[in-house]
């Protein structure tokens, strides 16, 4: 097993592959850039080495400060964590050159997947189903707009070599089709250095239901169940759960085959997950392949109880899967919620910041996996995702409860967030039916605003500390940097 | 005691009596409430109200305070104690008048230059926060004046990055220093 | 459903059944004592009832004012977590006259089961093996000296009425027997109100294994497994986990249905547990039931994913069972360790006085059910009891190895606790071969120092301390009374 | 700089140099390292050691600190500041010559009264803290010259709570105020 491994991310997932790591017995290496000076990721690691400016291409991104970072402390493997180099394969080939192990699939696998027109074209010879789409990317205005009358509108412009809904634009008319292209083409560009888009056929009250699969080196590959995405907004999802609300044994099994046949025909090796399109009918479609641990992988661990970042060290160290596929059962059921800085009564506005007060829900079935703390400043340069607010219960119902729980104890003062608003979500009527279409949001939730119901307790609250005496010192936003450290991230290491 | 409080545009006046060590009672919309509390931290309160005991999270903040209980966020200020400072702060930014962020952000793109005529919602400026890409339009037909920003600059809510002279305005170019 | 449910209890496992509570919709009353007026259950309850001093007699031992309490608030059930009143069947039978349900067994079952001699009897009519020894309580000394002859020395004085080692003496040879009757029918008295004790056959090298069974009150009964809740240092557990190394598949099934039939038997109802001594031949005994939530049920719920705290409530308001025998698995390793208030270089003196600094452990796979805060003074008049630590993981050794990172984690200053004790033990090589009989402790740990193999980093922490700058006010014990409150009391009362 | 800092009956010498703004050096057993700490809250400190960072919780107590590091803790005193201070108080607890509970406790029974001859290892008082009985026996044979307690006090250690005189010792009793 290694002895050290360099995590090449930031934020709460960089935290999550840490205390994986303290769990083997594997000192880690954190990296940070010059804005990350006081992060929580730079805080925990047991060594931390400083790469670079503030503008991810020059620290996060920048492949050869990373790989000279590993060299110089002497990591022999690399946790790319999600987002960032998490899917660059020209990266996971520097690691190989390097002699240092990336802990993800080969780089041909990443290239592969990584350009979805390759994988559309690979999952069709392979035998998964495929949304109907053009399988090349290609600028030139007009051939798109011919594909896009072959497919027929709406049609979906998605960004060839990224994820996460960025490059991404539904485009309802030929009009819009030109204006959707370029801004898909830069935000593309910008976020994955790769301005390629594609069209695809857009499936109206699509489901995204995805797979997880994990695949050894050693020829084993098992999936672990599904995970239901489709809550999202600007196509990013904001809660997943598992299991699906649309998803029944029988088709389970057929997806969860598919996600093993798509791994199989690509050469797969570690965690990796296989999204899927799901339409009204039952009948699924292969959307694209994340080479990469998942945001939201907590989920699975939840009900399946399998540490999946364990599982990666192991497999990435060449070691067998000790699981087969009869092996894994799922229980109970867990959902995510996905805390971001980010304002939901304003257009889900980022909003960067000072973490004035901070406090973080706790009991029996709650995780919450966070990357920042009280004091911290949260930057404007990378994605704003704080935490990731989990919990796992006996059945849906009690696992509503459960989030409705942990999210009216969630408190964060100083930047806004979505708890209000994932609360009024994971209470509504449509989610408890699981009414849960990628067009949820639109549908029930087209514009939201906070519902104040305790405005006069909040007055009486007012009045009472004003009575209350002087608080020490108010950690306001020009207050004096305070820096409490988490305790989780006591280190491991002695002299 | 008579307190004006304020959230957002809705008066919260509370008459507030047999104020104690840690207790009052209070009257709001005609409803009697009985208040007990006790600091249990900088910024926690448990406060009993009618019986009934809640934590309750308060931070100050500006002119006012932010107030978190049951899961949901007050923003509340004291109009006694605003009247004494500066006010109309938050008027300004209402009406997207003015090519200005709505958050902290860098600036990507700026597809205007001075002297170029506009045309309402017409995108001039593309910032980018937390890898969201946001577009800013002209506000109504005119004339860029002034562009005060730079691609890659950090910006903040409440700079003006393009200065445009509406059409149908008389007279000379306001603003845009040019800098 | 109950829409106001009384806690007759304090500490940590009042804080879970308010969670539980919290989770279900229902609202909680709370019960303190004079020195209770700032703890934890007391300002994490919707409504908090002063119920008398410090003296647990005149206050949570006290019936009459608990009832009053829950007749004044209008609560329609009391839960009674265990300890105190928990075990009493006086207690039951009032709640029923006045019209309160008890979550717990009828009075008539915790009356049977309570005599530990009537409850012998009962298990020898239904079949259940129990430990040679007296079936009745007695007192004089004679007669008792003469039933140890009978039985053979070593014997074990047992209080009738008690439970968790309290007036429970090992008596070697017949010289120490008059000494430890006295002394442990006074403990008993004090204890339990009740002096009876009663003589048993001692076990050598026996370890300590329970069941834990659920009985509604539609006649369904299903058992969740066993417990290993050998670790224990003066006759009280201090580390349990589930499974047993010394229980396999065919062991656990009997195990399981003599639990079952004893609950049978009984005619009992709601959650309970059969505790059993497990020979080093695998023959196990009938040791006594707690008819009660026990300390250690989280175990349980981390392994078989079900609440047991819910399930409880659902049970006393009358709903049926809706898990049969095969729909409940066991999956992954479960270990809890009990932080106590108490110095375990030093004998496990009680430990009490101010909490000066806290800090708990977090992360995947971790529970920390707590009844304590930053700033609390632990009083001296209750169990010594702080929090459970629990962590849950896929095997046995990765639980091993994610307990040994939560004790780390745990920083307790200002009392005693036996974080680096338990980090120890767990970490020990007969821990884990899994050698884990009652003998434990004695055996492997009869005196326990810490090791201190920082102290040249503490060195360097001192100097670094004193010239990073003056703290803002370290709470020290003589310092002003802080009362954080940890967040996870928000209440969800609305007005 | 020389520090001589003491943990229990450890010597534990550092040598500091190279002190500026948040680092040091220091050697210890002829070995060096390379500090750098920052405050991270009122009692915790990131402390780095030869490029390996460690967050360590301190806390000021009587005249030394605790400092809580890798999931253990230590009680440490900067012998030159306790030079300044009392000495010697600890040394008194050591020897178990006196009837005292060995932590905070409430008296449940006494089993003796002023005047009774007690022999060593005789039970005088039995006390209870959380639950669990003490027995507090005579130290030595003599005789019971004064019970300064009463049964439900609440005592602490350090308070003798029976005095008893040697019997091989001459004189009159000592102590015991009868109270």
Not at chain 1, 49 to 54: L, P, T, W
């Amino acid at each position: 097993m290694f002895k050290k491994i360099l995590i090449a991310n930031r934020g709460e997932i960089a935290l999550r592959v840490m205390a994986a790591c303290r769990e083997m017995g594997i000192a880690t290496v954190g990296v940070y850039s010059e804005v990350d000076k006081s992060a929580l990721h730079t805080r925990t690691a047991d060594e931390a080495v400083f790469i670079g400016a503030s503008e991810p291409a020059e620290s996060y991104l920048n492949v050869e400060r990373i790989i000279d970072a590993a060299k110089q402390t002497g990591a022999e493997a690399i946790h790319p964590g999600y987002g960032f180099l998490a899917e660059n394969a020209d990266f996971a080939r520097a690691c190989q050159d390097n002699g240092i192990v990336f802990i993800g699939p080969p780089a041909k696998v990443i290239r592969d997947f990584g350009n979805k027109t390759v994988a559309r074209k690979m999952m069709v010879d392979g035998g998964v189903p495929v949304v109907p789409g053009m399988t090349e990317s290609n600028l030139d205005a007009k051939r798109v707009a011919a594909h896009a009358e072959e497919i027929g509108y709406p049609v979906l412009v998605k960004a060839a070599a990224g994820g996460g809904g960025k490059g991404m634009r539904i485009v309802n008319a030929p009009s819009e089709l030109a204006a959707a292209l370029e801004s898909a083409a830069s935000e593309a560009k910008a976020a994955f250095g790769d301005g390629s888009v594609y069209l695809e056929k857009y499936i109206t009250n699509p489901r995204h239901v995805e797979i997880q699969v994990l695949a050894d080196t050693h020829g084993n590959i098992i999936h672990l169940f599904e995970r239901e995405c489709s809550i999202q907004r600007r196509h990013q999802k904001i809660i997943e759960e598992t299991p699906s609300t649309a998803v029944n044994d029988e088709l389970r099994q057929k997806m969860g085959e598919a996600a093993v046949q798509a791994a199989a025909t690509a050469g797969y090796v570690n965690a990796g997950t296989v999204e899927f399109i799901l339409d009204e009918d039952g009948c699924f479609y292969f959307l694209e392949a994340n080479t990469r641990l998942q945001v939201e992988h907590p989920i699975t661990e939840m009900i399946t109880g399998i540490d999946l970042v364990r599982r990666q060290i192991e497999i990435a160290a060449g070691l067998p899967l000790d699981l087969k596929q009869e092996d894994v059962t799922a229980r109970g059921h867990a959902i995510e919620c996905r805390i971001y800085a980010e304002d939901p009564a304003n257009d889900f506005f980022p909003s960067p910041g000072k973490i004035v007060c901070l406090k973080e829900p706790t009991g029996p079935g709650i995780r919450n996996d966070c990357g920042v703390y009280q004091g911290f400043t949260v930057p404007v340069e990378y994605d704003p995702i704080l935490s990731k607010l989990v919990v796992h219960a006996e059945n849906r119902e009690a696992a509503i409860e459960r989030m409705k729980k942990a999210l009216a104890d969630y408190v964060v003062i100083g930047i806004k967030t979505p708890t209000q608003f994932l609360a009024d979500i994971i209470d509504s009527q449509p989610f408890r039916e699981g009414n849960t279409l990628t067009s949820f949001i639109d549908t029930y939730f087209p514009s939201w605003e906070p519902t104040l119901p305790d405005k006069d307790l909040a007055a009486l609250a007012f009045i009472a500390d004003g009575m209350a005496g002087k608080r020490v010192a108010d950690a306001v936003a020009e207050g004096p940097a305070e820096i409490p450290l988490p305790w989780q991230t006591l280190g491991h290491w002695r002299l | 005691m008579e307190y004006k409080l304020k959230m957002d545009d809705i008066d919260l006046p509370v008459d507030v009596n047999d104020v104690d060590d840690g207790s009052f009672t209070a009257v709001m919309d005609d409803q009697e409430y009985r208040v007990e509390f006790v600091r249990t931290s900088d910024n926690t309160l448990l406060m009993t109200v009618n019986g009934r005991q809640m934590p309750v999270v308060v931070v100050d903040k500006d002119d006012g305070k932010t107030i978190c209980l049951n899961g949901c966020s007050y923003e509340l200020v004291d109009e006694d104690a605003l009247a004494q400072s500066v006010t109309g702060r938050k008027s300004a930014r209402k009406m997207p008048l003015e090519v200005t962020p709505p958050m902290p952000a860098v600036v990507v793109k700026i597809n205007v230059s001075t002297g170029d005529a506009v045309t309402e919602g017409q995108p001039v400026v593309v910032v980018s926060a937390m890898k969201m890409e946001t577009t800013l339009y002209a506000p109504f037909d005119g004339v860029v004046t002034g562009v005060n920003t730079a691609e890659g600059d950090k910006v903040m809510p409440g700079d003006i990055l393009v200065d445009i002279q509406k059409t149908d305005e008389a007279g000379t170019p306001q603003g845009g220093d040019n800098e």
